[in-house]
């Protein structure tokens, strides 16, 4: 039914940059807000940015310190995270999900705990000299 699909992940330096790509398939993201997670070995998931459904309003992880950007482009069905300015702490394997209600602002997604039911496969960030 509902299927993402994050990618445009890779090998990177420090300080390059990468757009990541999460493409839909079994529904439409206009009324979904669409969450970017992060997890690398041994740690916890993150959440690294959100871009609700509605307004285009945008959410993203304070120890970001606005390097990333989320974006969509609703002909393609297809939310965007702009990363600049990576970092080694950025290598971890990065995700695009959703709730199935739908949710539409990430206000509601946050209100729910961060938890969004359909999720993408994980695309690889690896940042290294």
């Known amino acids: 039914d509902v299927q993402l699909q994050a990618s445009g992940g890779g090998f990177v330096q420090p300080g390059g940059s990468l757009r990541l790509s999460c493409a839909a398939s079994g529904f439409t993201f206009e009324n979904y807000a669409i969450a970017w997670f992060r997890q690398a070995p041994g740690k916890e998931r993150e959440v690294v940015s959100c871009?609700?459904?509605?307004?285009?309003?945008?959410h993203y992880a304070d120890y970001l310190k606005g390097r990333f950007t989320a974006s969509r482009d609703k002909a393609k069905n297809t939310v965007y995270l702009q990363m600049n300015d990576l970092k080694p702490e950025d290598t971890a394997v990065y995700y695009c999900?959703?709730?199935?209600?739908?949710?539409?602002?990430?206000?509601?997604?946050?209100?729910?705990?961060?938890?969004?039911?359909?999720w993408g496969q994980g695309t690889l960030v690896t940042v290294s000299s």
């Open positions: 871009i609700s459904a509605s307004d285009g309003s945008t």
């Open positions: 999900a959703a709730d199935v209600t739908p949710t539409p602002t990430c206000e509601q997604l946050e209100t729910l705990g961060w938890v969004p039911d359909a």
